[in-house]
């Protein structure tokens, strides 16, 4: 092995010898052999190093390769950036700036262009990408970052020849190399095993060298160009790889590369012919891959129709299968290749090898390169139908996929390539050949229609091709391409293709078929239909848009005329293959029929864009009743489906009725369906189409004047849905307009109004639900308005609403009120509803909006809209309306529902009357008001009508009906009326019994009369079909006829209905007789509201206003109308059953008023009881202000219900949480809250808040004191203190424990651990987890005594003391000790161990009282934070009802007076008394005690308190503050003078000592302030200083208003503590103020200004001090510990002294207001623990530590990383935002729950999981509510979902 200096010396050499200077030399023969040498693949991974350090040195020709590189980089000519990117990459897309859908930007370019206010938003990679900007193909220049503005190349010197000279001559051998390595490694699979392990082995090894590849295409512009001639030059390749030559190493890999090529199925066609007459070898060829037929790229007609296939190939089924004259090549599609160059070769191992990733960045790194963009591109070509069977094959077919398309995005998004491969390699050939290749490996025989002798073949939806969606970068890359005009044009233009396209849509025809099950439930649900659905969006329908967006103007006229003519072609194919004739087969549906929508939907072009007439493009009309049977089956189906006559298939089969009329599928299913059956309706006769309908939906029977009838395909129970089910659908037909002449803007209006009347929706999902057309070229939506404009014009934006303890709202848009009054449509809203309740709801929000306001009370019925005007080519679907069917079914309903039949319901009423009323509006010409001529008498339907017009056949009065019945009716028994005899009955049509009317018989004289006129046709046999087809027979009773009187008319029948509605009789009186205004025809409106009495009358003033006659006869009806007497048919029997039906109903009706007002009370309850903010409606109960006379208070346990005081031995307990708590250890001192870093070099300090400074200071005085006194000088707690909370709730605590015994058994999943002690409150159903005992007696302790206290200070001093020396005696063991005990026991088990231990020794009892009395402070401490964190507001607050201090404070005594403090180290001692053997004590010691000037104020005041017996007296505790206040005060002074400079001590030391001889000096700070400065300087105390800085506030002189202010806000925090405690143990209320009298007020408050005292004379701090002994002797006494201190560390002294302690409140860390700023620092930050990019980055938002969420690298003893956090940071409760969602969550102990987003769109919602990728921005109040309920520790009962997180996040 050569070392480095030898590898550069030959490098160098052999440059110079091969330069271009030099003559011919044995250089390059040498420089070969070396390479051979060098590069060959035997050796492992050393060699490989080896090898990569030669190349690297040979091509910087013995130069530094980092000094190579950059020469290099300088000839960049580089305008595009190209970076490429793989999965899970966060990328940038501009819909702005893109030309192409697929544009994509990397951040960095995104960043650096100019994007502001356009349409982007930001998304993770699914497949891999690369960046587009630079390319002007992909997008507009506009949005091209900095770097990449176009340059123009004259600015880029030309590369000097000799630089990449040694390039040109190493490359070709190192990719060879390459390759020989993967012709190596390959082995074909053996029997189908996967080899994968092989594979990866070789790509491991491969590794180095690809990466250096992939070195080489970033060193820019001209190396890449070195690389594209290396990979593209045929010669090399044919010099180094063809095997020829003496190197028997090569001819090896020559072979196995061969066998790779055969074992793929592929040929080479060398291998065969020596004549090399390619064609013919490979139109011969046997290896046909996989069995394929000979001749197979197409089966449907081709161009020569009549060459039969004489080969016999396996067809598949019996197609007949046809030759295609050039199907020689498109064999050659499939089975041959032939490498010409190293990049053709590479690919094809890329292939092989399943895509991997490396090679594929590499392979796309150089794309750059405009020629190797061409080349590659035609290379990917070329092995298009390769990749399709590697793919299928493949096991990681969704890996793979997302490979392929990261590759052929890029190629084939660029319409300029996109059409020169089309032209030169024939791309649309070989992409559809592929997919049709690919999916006929998975068809099976079709079932539909005609089981036995169907000759139709499907795809299987089991399969796994389909299941896996393993087609689709195969069709994704086919809808890519067609997006491009050149290319789409190409396509529509070709006939062959067109086929060979019909023939592969034809494959999902009729796919994925459902047969009803009549007997038992399915097993299996079968899911496939998931698959076929996908397949039929993605495969057919996806690439129809992409066609149809290129047919928009005449000029493309002749594209549609192809698409529509082939498509007819492949539908009557179909229509043979399955031999239908004229009958559906029952009982079955298919979901699925892309031939009829690719009609469909080109026809709907064709007339709305083309100007293209419909009746050239329809075919004759036996083929238009063939199309139609089809999707009305579906439609039929969809009814049956919601009538539960499926059930039996399970829930699937409701999920295929969903998925059809979903957004995302609806306009490429239902909607072209529905617009066929528009097409044929206007078409065909319109007697055969309505019967046609009625007999789809299987309800012929039901339409018969008897009151009983025989149904033989339909259960009674059944036919009232399904007769809705037809008349909806009829109302449908009739007046959806979407294809039929609406705008697309009126379109997206009518989408959009539909959407929003079900529900208020935000922005997104609405997005989500307009259907657009998928194909991704067309933009959100044609139109000129854009989405966001109509948006604006029909909805109002909601902001979203922040009710603490609401739910988090987002914002949404809810209609405007003219929407509502004037757009409202049910028939939309029912067409797009997926769920039925939404037709409800929808009709809900209607009725509320017209209550409101006033339009309209009652119940309203759908409102009916005038609807847009027909397109001209569509006028004959009106006919419908206009025909004798139509008429007699209406005629008949409203016979039937004013005869009260059973199983009909209002809304068939209201179908019925919207039918008459459109009949109304688009009646034809006005017909002559004389009598209609008898001419039309030969028409006369069996008598029932005279003609077709709605407007005669209105008026027409029909007289008897002759019906057929079952013998059991009761019309049976009645005779005819004598009055006619039966002549009487043909005399004159008016007097004519209309015959019995049979839908069935009609259709099929109809369609007998059609098939006869088609006589080209007549050879056909029409199948004789037998009418009561699927009736068992013997089922029915015998029918017989009775003829039944009716006496009415349509008019008559509706008068009475009017009377029947309104419940009076004569109650329709027409309007016109007193106003013949109404008459004149006016503009009438557009839009009614009422209910059904309003439509009747509506009805009748149009039938009214369209001709004479029907007014006159309205007027007549209405004189003479009686109360309707229905005919005596309903038997005593059946009114007793509807009676009994109806009470049943009503009974029903009652029970589901009663529970929903139970649930709305519940509700009410729910919400007042979980109120927890605002105070007014909090039902706790307020401890502090139980009634002033009653001595003993009284509990209700809300358990047993039963009330009394709390006794020793039955205690009654408050319901409480106990929480750790690091709340208050996060306030800092300064007032600037700290920022979220959002770069390197911002940072957190954690050194400045409470907790660490707290801390710091405790250890110092551990350094120096006796443990045992440190601990009783500061408190602890400021982290992980425990928090005591309750709901305010009682209850007795033995009921407690049989409630927790009931939890215990009960196995509901809580979202709590029984285990842990948690339960939640029986009453107001809040976390909890401990009972606190409440104290026997009175709630507040009110000292009687109070009154007549005349005692003087030195008294109460006394007594303090004896009480504190009484020995805490272990109380008796009662009940409600025990219950102290084990609730003392929980208080500690709240917090973590180190949050208890800090005393030297571990487990000494000074730690327990050190921790008791900081429990009581914690609380204190956090009410006060709750208050704002001072006490102006007075009152009662909300934290005041949730804090149990005195119940705490009871507990906590009881426990402290177990610990008697030594009388000697008593610091009461040292307040109220002199010592005078001081100094022998101190002597005696080790350490020396805490000095009082060092102590905690607050913490002494806790300890003198809690070791006294409770009750306290008021005077005992007033008396305690006096003498701690006196400390107070002096340690305000003491920290003062270490403030001052030198000067102003000595200025403040002589102006006092004047004054020392006044009265009352021991009340004059000043004095005081002299005495303290000439004590400590004795004690040398200051001389400390002059070594040091000078002090902050040197500078600033101190007037004696600023020092008195200074001394008020030192001793404020005490007095706002003490005022609280007063306020909880003794009642009494505090008082509100403003702030600068805060002082004054608690200091009055507190009993510490004498009584004398007024405001109005200048106010000194000083005047509320009461000294116990002489001032001046005390305060020596305290500085003089002080100097015994100094003496021994003189340097300590000032670092001890008290600060001012000031604390602002807690505040969790100011972010960012773009939420792109916080996303673009963290999600590639590495993680400081494991330094790697975390795959779900967290951060916590209370301190900023950057956190790996459920990282296991970060894992501790089973702890991960953020719940650890949780505990560390905030004792249990963590807050953390996680990145790459933009969701907060929050920890809590042992739950964790999903908060919500702070940051929201421009449309007010959230984005989880940034899925949308929109700019996101802060949501002030949402954050505010969060750190609200951080602060109040009110997670717990705010949040509902809580769960546990096992310490997994």
Known sequence: MAGAQEKRATAARLKAALGPAAEESGAAGELRALLERVLSPAGGGEAAAEALAWCRCLLAGGEPWDGFVQAVRAYDPATLCGLVWTANFVAYRCRTCGISPCMSLCAECFHQGEHAGHDYNMFRSQAGGACDCGDGNVMREAGFCKRHRIKSSSEVPSVPKDLLIMSELVLPQFIFCLIQYLREGYNEPVLDLPSEKDLNKVLQILEPHISFLEELTKMGGAMRSVLTQVLTNQQFYKDLSSGGGENACAKKSHEKYLTALKGSGLTFPEDKLVSGVQEQAAGASTSVAQGFAGATSASGQGDSSDEEDQDGGPGVGKRKRVKLSSSTKDQSIMDVLKHKCFLEELLFWTIKYEFPQKMVTFLLNMLPDQDYKIAFTKTFVQHYAFIMKTLKKSHESDTMSNRIVHISVQLFSNEELARQVTEECQLLDIMVTVLLYMMESCLIKSELQDEENSLHVVVNCGEALLKNNTYWPLVSDFINILSHQSVAKKFLEDHRLLVTWMNFVSFFQGMNLNKRELNEHVEFESQTYYAAFAAELEACAQPMWGLLSHCKVRETQEYTRNVVRYCLEALQDWFDAINFVDEPTPNQVTFHLPLHRYYAMFLSKAVKCQELDLDSLLPDQEMLMKLMVHPLQIQASLSEIHSNMWVRNGLQIKGQAMTYVQSHFCNSMIDPDIYLLQVCASRLDPDYFISSVFERFKVVDLLTMASQHQNTVLDSEHERSMLEGALTFLVILLSLRLHLGMTDDEILRAEMVAQLCMNDRTHSSLLDLIPENPNPKSGIIPGSLSFESMLSAVADFKAPVFEPGGSMQ?????????????????????????????????????????????????????????????????????????????????????????????????????????????????????????????????????????????????????????????????????????????????????????????????????????????????????????????????????????????????????????????????????????????????????????????????????????????????????????????????????????????????????????????ASRQKSFMETAMDVESPDVDIAMEIATSEQHISEAVYDCVICGQSGPSTEDRPAGLVVLLQASSVLGQCCSSTEPKKLPTSEKEQIYPWDTCSAVYEARLATLQQFFKDSSCLQSVSIGWEGGVYVQTCGHTLHIDCHKSYMESLRNDQVLQGFSVDKGEFTCPLCRQFANSVLPCYPGNNVERSLRHCHSNKNMQDHIKEVEELQEQLGTFPSETNLSKEMESVMKDIKSTTQKKYTDYSKCPGSPDNDFLFMYSVARTNLELELVHRGGNLCLGGASTAGKRSCLHQLFHVLAMHMRLYSIDSAYNPWKKLTQLMHDQNLQMCSEDQQEVPMLYRDVSSLLLIQILTMPQPLHKEHFTCIIKVLFTLLYIQALVALSAKC?????????????????????????????????????????????????????????????????????????????????????????????????????????????????????????????????????????????????????????????????????????????????????????????????????????????????KGLCCKQQSYCECVLHSQNCGAGTGIFLLINASLIIIIRGHRFCLWGSVYLDAHGEEDRDLRRGKPLYICKERYKVLEQQWVSHTFDHINKRWGPHYNGL
């Not at 059973?902 to 010409?925: F, T």
């Not at 043909?986 to 006589?1015: P, Y």
Request: aromatic letters at 8%; one cysteine or more; glycine letters at 4%.
């Open 810 to 1158: 987002q914002g949404m848009y809810t209609p405007k009120a003219e929407v509502w009054d004037k757009e409202f449509d049910p028939v939309m809203v029912i067409l797009r509803t997926v769920y039925r309740r939404d037709v409800q709801s929808a009709m809900d929000r209607y009725t509320a909006f017209l209550k409101q306001s006033g339009k309209f009370h009652g119940n309203p019925w759908p409102p009916y809209k005038k609807r847009t005007h027909l397109h001209p080519s569509y006028k004959g679907l009106m006919r419908l309306l206009h025909c004798k069917t139509l008429h007699i079914v209406l005629f008949t309903l409203l016979y039937k529902i004013l005869m009260d039949h059973q199983n009909l319901s209002e809304h068939v009423l209201c179908m019925v009357l919207y039918l008459i009323e459109l009949g109304l509006e688009n009646s034809s010409e006005q017909e002559s008001d004389e009598e209609d001529s008898i001419g039309g008498q030969e028409h006369c339907h069996d008598s029932w009508f005279p003609g077709s017009n709605l407007v005669c056949n209105m008026r027409h009065f029909i007289n008897y009906v002759r019906v057929r019945v079952p013998e059991t009716a009761p019309e049976v028994r009645r005779e005819p009326p004598a009055s006619t005899s039966s002549e009487g009955i043909a005399t004159s049509q008016n007097s004519g019994t209309a015959q019995v009317f049979s839908l069935v018989a009609e259709r099929r004289k109809k369609f007998q009369e059609i098939i006869n006129r088609n006589t080209s046709e007549a050879s056909q046999v029409v199948r004789p079909k037998n009418t009561m087809k699927w009736s068992a027979p013997g089922a029915t009773p015998q029918l017989t006829t009775a003829i039944l009187e009716i006496k009415e008319s349509i008019l008559s029948l509706l008068v009475k209905l009017h009377h029947k509605l309104s419940g009076k009789q004569n109650s329709y009186y027409p309007p016109w007789l007193d106003d013949m205004e109404t008459l004149i025809q006016r503009e009438n409106p557009t839009y009614f509201h009422g209910d059904g009495m309003t439509a009747v009358e509506r009805i009748l003033l149009k039938a009214a206003l369209q001709s004479r006659l029907n007014k006159r006869i309205i007027e007549e009806i209405c004189r003479k109308v009686t109360p309707p007497v229905p005919p005596k048919k309903i038997s005593p029997a059946e009114k007793k059953t509807l009676d009994k039906e109806e009470r049943r109903q009503k009974a029903r009706e009652r029970q589901q008023k009663l529970l929903a007002e139970f």
């Open 1541 to 1749: 400079s030198s000067e102003d001590r000595v200025t403040w030391a002589n102006s006092g000592a004047l004054k020392k001889n006044n009265p009352n000096a021991d009340k004059s700070w000043e004095v005081l302030l002299s005495h303290v400065i000439s004590e400590l300087s004795k004690a040398k105390i200051f001389e400390q200083e002059e070594a040091e800085d000078l002090p902050m506030d040197s500078t600033s002189g101190w007037c004696p208003h600023s020092i008195d202010t200074y001394l008020q806000q030192f001793c404020l925090p005490f007095l706002r503590i003490t005022s609280l405690l007063q306020h909880h143990l003794f009642g009494g209320e505090l008082p509100s103020c403003q702030e600068d009298e805060e002082f004054t007020v608690l200091a009055s408050c507190l009993g510490l200004l004498p009584s004398s005292f007024q405001s109005t004379h200048q106010f000194s701090s000083a005047s509320c001090l009461d000294w116990p002994v002489p001032a001046f002797d005390v305060v020596s006494q305290w500085c003089s510990e002080l100097a015994l201190f100094a003496e021994k560390h003189p340097t300590k002294v000032k670092m001890l002294i008290i600060q001012e302690p000031k604390w602002d409140l807690p505040r969790l860390l100011q972010l960012p207001e773009n939420y792109n700023t916080i996303f673009q620092y963290y999600h590639r930050k590495s993680c400081s623990v494991c330094s790697k990019v975390p795959k779900d980055p967290a951060v916590c938002l209370v301190c900023g530590t950057f956190v790996c969420l």
